[in-house]
């Protein structure tokens, strides 16, 4: 689904190989070996929180809350009023989704979100960010220049709409709830679940047009 | 000491979390509406307020709830709990001409970070 996008932004931004570097990797595993000799940290642990968030919780459960609010105007009344515990209704919480705020496009207004003093991110209805989320180009590129960082995600915002940058750089973490595309009036909350793309749910995509 | 991060309990941590949002009543210096500048302030020391918006006039766009404050809490200071307001910038004010005048950055700042500002931004 969001493949094409990855492989675009690995080519702009050159940072996004950062993490994958082989001195830093070797840091990271001196720092566990160290965390885990000084009986710090249970490598179980590890292991569980890698599983969960690789293969339990990601963007499908931002999905699933976005056709809900597209398809239950009372969810989402609910979900713009008070995010955290409408996102909860599904089960959704927890680490680094607290405090939820749902953030609602409309014709006039397109939210976009960024975290730029480090990557911080929705993870019980977003999963873990992209690479690119998290490198610096995008990071200091979308509160300057949003329009054009858009541009280069392949969507277009008429001058005519607000760009409305969101900086989580505190407690709060910020999901987009993208429009509903044209076109999907007899489609099930199942079906339109499937044309929401995480890049819709942070503001750097729209859903998929059917 | 600090405690072995473990498995056990972990579903727990993943379920619930860990807020840093605190049941601590202090009042609030700002309310919706109200125009304010983040403090220009320059630490070496850890805090959220970004470069980018430091000396910035805004406008308080909605007032959060009580956090417990990074940049003391940090330090192990005390956890200082204060109020934190969204905060709406216009990108002109942030970046200057060029820019579209629509636009605009909502940003998250603790009660420290902002002061009263008598001109309408």
Not at chain 1, 59 to 75: F, L, S
Not at chain 1, 198 to 210: L, Y
Request: aromatic share 8%; charged share 25%; glycine share 8%.
């Amino acid at each position: 689904m969001t493949k094409d996008h990855d492989d675009h932004h690995d080519h702009d931004h050159d940072h996004d190989h950062e993490h994958r570097r082989p001195d830093v990797a070797l840091r990271v595993k001196a720092i566990e070996s160290l965390l885990v000799e000084k009986n710090l940290l249970d490598p179980e642990a590890v292991d569980k929180l890698i599983d969960l968030y690789e293969h339990k919780i990601g963007p499908r459960n931002g999905a699933r809350v976005v056709a809900r609010a597209w398809t239950d105007p009372d969810y989402k009344a609910r979900l713009l009023k008070d995010g955290t515990a409408a996102i909860a209704e599904f089960g959704y919480s927890g680490i680094q989704g607290e405090d939820m705020v749902v953030l609602e496009n409309t014709p006039g207004v397109h939210n976009m979100v960024v975290c730029t003093l480090c990557s911080c991110y929705p993870w019980p209805t977003l999963g873990l960010p992209p690479n690119w989320y998290k490198a610096a180009p995008y990071r200091s590129r979308a509160v300057i220049d949003p329009r054009g960082v858009l541009e280069e995600f392949g969507i277009t915002i008429s001058s005519e709409i607000e760009v409305r940058v969101w900086d989580s750089n505190a407690e709060l973490r910020y999901l987009v709830l993208p429009m509903r595309p044209a076109g999907t009036e007899g489609m099930s909350e199942d079906e339109l679940a499937e044309l929401v793309t995480r890049d819709s749910m942070i503001g750097v995509g729209f859903p998929v047009q059917p | 000491m600090p405690t072995m991060f473990s498995v056990k309990g972990l579903d727990e941590l993943v379920r619930t979390g860990g807020s840093c949002r605190v049941a601590v009543e202090v009042p609030s210096g700002f309310k919706p509406g109200d125009n304010v500048r983040a403090v220009n302030i320059n630490p070496i020391t850890h805090t959220r307020l970004p470069q980018y918006v430091r000396g910035k006039r805004g406008v308080v766009v909605e007032d959060r709830g009580v956090f417990v404050f990074p940049d003391t809490n940090s330090q192990l200071k005390g956890e200082k709990p204060q109020h934190v307001y969204s905060v709406v910038f216009t990108a002109a004010e942030l970046w200057g001409p060029g820019v579209n005048p629509r636009d605009t950055l909502y940003i998250d700042l603790w009660e420290d970070y902002i002061v009263p500002e008598e001109q309408a931004s």
